[in-house]
Nanobody, 122 residues
Framework: QLQLVESGGGLVQPGGSLRLSCVAS????????IGWFRQAPGKEREGVLC????????TYADSVKGRFTISRDNAKNTVYLQMNSLKPEDTGIYYC???????????????WGQGTQVTVSS
């Protein structure tokens, strides 16, 4: 069974940091484009940060540039999202996704995790 499972969400104060993890099972992540997406209450899901399987192409949402970074540990079949200088507007459910195609990453047919809640509030 192909599966992505996120963890690491929680409540954090503005200016704080969190690291989200996404563990893949049933397939090997190093051959896939991977990305993090989020959905805030009442808003559509948006792409946060995506990277191609080779690492040569990366796409950031303007709102997270300089604050969020993505990395992967192929030995653990895990991708991470390091989030620093968090703001209340970063609040939402964060999903990881994987696809063999960087162009198609984030579409319905990509592999998706179940999401993890991130709340930034004082």
């Amino acid at each position: 069974q192909l599966q992505l499972v996120e963890s690491g969400g929680g409540l954090v104060q503005p200016g704080g940091s969190l690291r989200l993890s996404c563990v893949a099972s049933g397939f090997t992540l190093d051959n896939y484009a991977i990305g993090w997406f989020r959905q805030a209450p009442g808003k559509e899901r948006e792409g946060v940060l995506c990277v191609s399987s080779t690492g040569r192409s990366t796409t950031y949402a303007d709102s997270v540039k300089g604050r969020f970074t993505i990395s992967r540990d192929n030995a653990k079949n895990t991708v991470y999202l390091q989030m620093n200088s968090l703001k209340p507007e970063d609040t939402g459910i964060y999903y990881c996704a994987a696809d063999r195609s960087y162009v198609r990453l984030g579409q319905r047919d990509s592999y998706w995790g179940q999401g993890t809640q991130v709340t930034v509030s004082s």
